[in-house]
C-alpha cells in the first residue's frame, strides 16, 4: 500500500500523493508548492516521484477524493479494540470540522467519521444506529432499502450516541425523551448537513441520521423522470397564475425533489417565491424560506397565514396536513396566488378525497386545484451487471401487459453498485389534470373510482408507468410490484 501523508499536511502544503489505475505512484501539487513540503512527500515514500502541477480546483478535487476512501471496518476495530475507557472519550468531545482531519485519533470519534464517510461514498441518505441486548446494528438506507453495514458490541452504544448527540447540540443526559437536532460538516470540499433524531426505546436510545449535501445539484423538472406529455401538462399547470398542485406519495417517495423542481423552474426572478418546510432540506437562492417551528407556534398554517401577507406571487407548503392548512392555501389559491404543496396520499385523486375530509368544500376543490400528480421511487437496476431473461405470464399479468414474448432484467449485483444490483433511483409518475367533467365530479362529490376511471382513460397510472421502465430495462418487475401493487386497485 502507498504511504500517505497526514491529511491536515496535505490540505494545508499542498502536496499529495495519488496513485493511477495502473498502479503507478506521482506526486500533485498546488503552484508555488514549497520545497520543504516535496523533500517530506518524498521522504513518506522513500524515493523520488514523479510531479504534476495543478490548479486549486483540481488539487481540492482529488484531495477529497483520496482521503475519502477510508475503511470502515479498519475505524470500527480501532475503536473496539482499545483496552481504552470509552465512556470517558464521551465527556467533552471536541467537534470535527472536516471528516477526513484524523489528528484526534479518539477511537469513538474515528469510528463516527468512518460511519459517516463510509453513507456518503456509498450514497446512502440514512444513517440507522439501533441497540439491542447483545450487540448495536448500524445500517445504511441506499437508495431506499435498509442493510446493515456493522454490528458492534452493545458497550458501545452510549458511547457513539452520546458523541453524536454532542456534535447536534442535544442534550447528552436526557436519555427518556426523543431529540431532533443537526450539524454540519464537510467531507473534504463536499459540504455535507446532518439532521440528528433520537428515540428512546428498550436497550438504550436508537439514532437516526439523515444526510443532506448542501451542494447537491437539485434536478430540473426534465431530469425527473415524467415522460413529454406529462412533463408539458405539468409545465402548463405551473404556468398558470393561481391554483393549486399536489404533489402526493408516501414518506420517501420525492414529492420534495418534485417541488424543488417546480420552484427552480418559477424562480426566473419575476416573481416573488415563498416557502415554508419543515424542515428546510436545501437553500433555493432567490426564494424565501421558511422553517417549521411548533415550539414557538410556528405551524404551517400560520406561517402561510404570515407569508400570504409578504405579496408572493407563489406559495410553496411543505405539506397540508390540517384542515386550518387546506383552508388557507385553497383562500391563498382564490385570491390569485399559485400554491404548491404535498399531501400523504397513494394516487392522484385519493388527495380530493383527503381535502373533502379535512372539510374542504368540494366546489372550492372544483373551482381551486389544478394539477395532481402522485410518484413513486423504485431502484434503478445497474447498467454494468443487470442480466436478461425472459419474463413469465405471471410477472406480465402483474403488471397489466400483453402476453406476449418479452424480455425482462433481473438484479445481479458488482463493485459498481456494491453487489446490490441497484445504482440509482427512478420516479414512476401519474398525473391528473382538471377538465370541465371532472371538476363538475369533484362538484358533485362523486367517488374515488368513477373520477380514476375518467381522468385515466388517456393517461398512464402509476402501475402503467412502471410497467414501462420494467419494458424498458431500467428496473425489475419485482421493484415495481414493491412500490406500486397496492394502488393497481385504485388506479384502474
Do not use: W
Amino acid at each position: 500500500m502507498t504511504p500517505q501523508l497526514n491529511y491536515s499536511f496535505a490540505r494545508t502544503q499542498g502536496v499529495l500523493i495519488v496513485t493511477d489505475a495502473e498502479g503507478s505512484v506521482s506526486l500533485l501539487h498546488r503552484p508555488q508548492v514549497s520545497l520543504s513540503a516535496l523533500l517530506e512527500a518524498r521522504r513518506a515514500v522513500g524515493h523520488a516521484l514523479p510531479k504534476q502541477e495543478v490548479s486549486p480546483a483540481i488539487f481540492e478535487t482529488e484531495l477529497s477524493k483520496t482521503y475519502s476512501q477510508n475503511d470502515l471496518s479498519s475505524a470500527s476495530e480501532d475503536a473496539i479494540g482499545t483496552g481504552e475507557d470509552l465512556n470517558a472519550l464521551a465527556d467533552g468531545l471536541p467537534k470535527t470540522s472536516d471528516l477526513l482531519d484524523n489528528s484526534d485519533d479518539a477511537p469513538v470519534i474515528r469510528l463516527i467519521n468512518g460511519i459517516l464517510q463510509e453513507a456518503i461514498r456509498s450514497r446512502a441518505s440514512d444513517i440507522h444506529i439501533e441497540p439491542y441486548e447483545q450487540r448495536l446494528s448500524v445500517r445504511f438506507r441506499i437508495d431506499g432499502t435498509l442493510s446493515e453495514k456493522l454490528s458492534l458490541p452493545a458497550r458501545l452504544a452510549p458511547v457513539l450516541v452520546s458523541r453524536v448527540k454532542v456534535m447536534a447540540q442535544l442534550d447528552i443526559a436526557q436519555k427518556r425523551v426523543p431529540q431532533d437536532g443537526r450539524f454540519s460538516l464537510n467531507l473534504g470540499q463536499r459540504a455535507i448537513d446532518v439532521r440528528v433524531s433520537t428515540l428512546p426505546s428498550r436497550h438504550g436510545e436508537r439514532l437516526v441520521m439523515r444526510i443532506l449535501e448542501k451542494d447537491s445539484s437539485r434536478l430540473a423538472l426534465s431530469e425527473l423522470g415524467m415522460n413529454a406529455p406529462m412533463l408539458s401538462a405539468f409545465k402548463s399547470a405551473l404556468a398558470r397564475p393561481n391554483g393549486i398542485v399536489l404533489v402526493t406519495g408516501p414518506t420517501g417517495s420525492g414529492k420534495t425533489t418534485t417541488l424543488y423542481g417546480a420552484l427552480s423552474e418559477l424562480n426566473d426572478g419575476s416573481r416573488n417565491v415563498l416557502t415554508v418546510e419543515d424542515p428546510v432540506e436545501y437553500a433555493l437562492d432567490g426564494i424565501g424560506q421558511t422553517q417549521v417551528n411548533s415550539q414557538v407556534g410556528m405551524s404551517f398554517a400560520a406561517g402561510l397565514r404570515a407569508i400570504l401577507r409578504q405579496d408572493p406571487d407563489v406559495v410553496m407548503v411543505g405539506e397540508i396536513r390540517d384542515p386550518e392548512t387546506a383552508e388557507i392555501a385553497v383562500q391563498a389559491s382564490l385570491t390569485g396566488h399559485l400554491v404548491l404543496s404535498t399531501v400523504h396520499t397513494n394516487s392522484a385523486i385519493a388527495a380530493i378525497a383527503r381535502l373533502r375530509d379535512m372539510g374542504v368544500e368540494p366546489f372550492l376543490l372544483a373551482s381551486t386545484v389544478t394539477a395532481l400528480v402522485a410518484q413513486r421511487l423504485v431502484r434503478e437496476l445497474c447498467p454494468n451487471c443487470k442480466t436478461p431473461y425472459q419474463a413469465s405470464e405471471t410477472e406480465l399479468s402483474e403488471l397489466g401487459l400483453p402476453n406476449k414474448p418479452t424480455t425482462f432484467y433481473h438484479a445481479k449485483g458488482c463493485n459498481e453498485c456494491l453487489d446490490i444490483g441497484y445504482r440509482g433511483r427512478l420516479g414512476l409518475y401519474e398525473m391528473v389534470t382538471m377538465d370541465d367533467k371532472l371538476r363538475a365530479m369533484i362538484h358533485d362529490g362523486s367517488s374515488e373510482s368513477k373520477m380514476s376511471k375518467h381522468a385515466f382513460r388517456s393517461r398512464q397510472t402509476l402501475l402503467q408507468s412502471g410497467a414501462q421502465a420494467v419494458v424498458d430495462g431500467l428496473t425489475s418487475p419485482e421493484e415495481v410490484l414493491r412500490v406500486c401493487k397496492s394502488s393497481t386497485a385504485e388506479a384502474i
